[in-house]
């Protein structure tokens, strides 16, 4: 058993095979368009801040995916070594920009786990205190200091990472590396809206384990607006590997997760659910 997930059994035949007749997550990838409403969720996040709830444009994505996955797990499952598993937690990756003392600039790699009881404003808390003691400049975290070392003999990282990616195959790479590893993850993001850019179909990594990628990509205006309108959509580049799930139970999650984004209020309760679920017991109790 491998130390971020277990097998999964009772697959049906052609789930089985998917693996076998597309080994390669780069075989087995799948490009997918999606919009935001930028007009709800400017809207959300400048009345949360108004009363004083710092959200951001990541933290609410965040918060629906991550619902959207809890309702329709299959989505946090991953293919290593040709067996499909199902991953013991949830957790997301994304790249943050800061400067070097010379003023060049230079980036680093978060990894941050989620757990049911959060809700947007425990995830928006998350990423900040993340980036916060990430972005000084003299700082390197655990990844940057694994990879500084890795690469600080000639020859010594080919073989770290030839040995990090064997022993991963079959499920014998430590705990404490996969944990360091932000390509071992649920869900990478990376915002490219934040150096308005446009959104790019960005690959999933063959090292580690992420089944899915999102890239948001800068507002643009919406095509489907009425005339005159100034109404704008910030569109969302998804890769995903199509070996985890199927084309209906991809298209459930994808309904879920744009619903949610539409309706980001809910995201402000538990996002498994069991806030709603105890006051409805409580009120049959009554």
């Keep these: 058993m491998r ?20 080994p390669r997550r780069f075989d087995a990838q799948n490009w997918a368009s999606d919009y935001v409403d930028e007009d709800i969720m400017k809207a959300y996040i400048r009345k949360k801040r108004r009363d004083g709830q710092a959200v951001t444009h990541m933290s609410v994505l ?5 619902k959207a996955a809890l309702e329709n797990p299959k989505v946090n499952y991953f293919v290593m070594n040709r067996k499909i598993y199902q991953r ?41 205190e993340h980036i916060d003691r990430n972005a000084v400049t003299v700082h390197n975290n655990s990844t940057d200091r694994f990879a ?32 360091l590893s932000p390509f071992h993850t649920s869900l990478f993001i990376t915002n490219l809206a934040s150096i308005n850019t446009s959104y790019i179909f960005h690959h999933c990594y063959e090292f580690g384990t992420t089944s899915v990628f999102i890239c948001m990509g800068k507002p643009v205006p919406d ?14 580049g998804v890769v995903m590997d199509e070996r985890i799930a199927t084309g ?29 679920v105890q006051a409805v017991a409580a009120y049959a109790e009554a």
């Design 62 to 66: 965040v918060a629906a995916y991550y």
């Design 3 to 22: 130390p971020d997930g277990t097998r999964v059994k009772g697959l049906t035949p052609i789930m089985r095979a998917l693996p076998y007749i597309m």
């Design 88 to 128: 013991n937690h949830f957790c997301f990756s994304f790249v943050i920009l800061k400067t070097r003392a010379d003023g060049t600039p230079d980036e680093t790699t978060l990894k941050i786990h989620l757990e049911p009881e959060d809700t947007v404003f425990s995830i928006s808390r998350k990423i900040k």
């Design 148 to 179: 500084n070392a890795a690469f600080a003999i000639p020859g010594l990282a080919r073989l770290v990472f030839w040995l990090a990616y064997h022993l991963d195959l079959h499920g014998l790479l430590p705990r404490k590396v996969i944990d």
């Design 248 to 276: 209906i139970e991809y298209s459930r999650f994808f309904a879920a997760f744009s619903r949610y984004l539409k309706q980001p209020e809910i995201l402000e309760n538990r996002l498994d659910g069991k806030e709603q």
């Design 223 to 236: 095509p489907m607006a009425p005339t005159g309108s100034r109404k704008k959509q910030m569109p969302l």
